[in-house]
């Protein structure tokens, strides 16, 4: 399974910026899809998940009413929209890929997934 990331960049506060997320080597549809992001200096974390069929979403807190998560099955991609951004948004944000097909169990943990992509970053400027 192959994770390929794009879409990153530089942004200011308050503006917009959709980051993408292209998946290969087995039926993307199958599986739910999150979003992670990791700032310097701290954890990696979640932020968005989506279920297999699409029908349910999750975000952290921090997030929550400014970025959506979205996928297209039919063409194998899940997406990050992310408005108003704020500088603590800054950060290398990952796509995985779910390890369990048509399972969104525990969906907001990294360890319910088998797949990641290489990042891209995302830099805030205040």
């Known amino acids: 399974v192959q994770l390929v990331e794009s879409g990153g960049g530089l942004v200011q506060a308050g503006g917009s910026l959709r980051i993408s997320c292209a998946a290969s080597?087995?039926?993307?549809?199958?599986?739910?899809m999150g979003w992670f992001r990791q700032a310097p200096g701290k954890e990696r974390e979640f932020v968005a998940a989506?279920?297999?069929?699409?029908?349910?979403?999750y975000y952290a807190d921090s997030v929550k009413g400014r970025f959506t998560i979205s996928r297209d099955n039919a063409k194998n991609t899940v997406y990050l929209q992310m408005n108003s951004l704020k500088p603590e948004d800054t950060a290398v944000y990952y796509c995985?890929?779910?390890?369990?097909?048509?399972?969104?169990?525990?969906?907001?943990?990294?360890?319910?997934?088998?797949?990641w992509g290489q990042g891209t970053q995302v830099t805030v400027s205040s």
């Open positions: 995985a890929a779910a390890a369990r097909s048509y399972s969104d169990y525990l969906i907001k943990a990294e360890t319910q997934y088998a797949y």
């Open positions: 989506i279920t297999w069929n699409g029908g349910d979403t």
């Open positions: 080597g087995r039926t993307f549809s199958r599986y739910a």
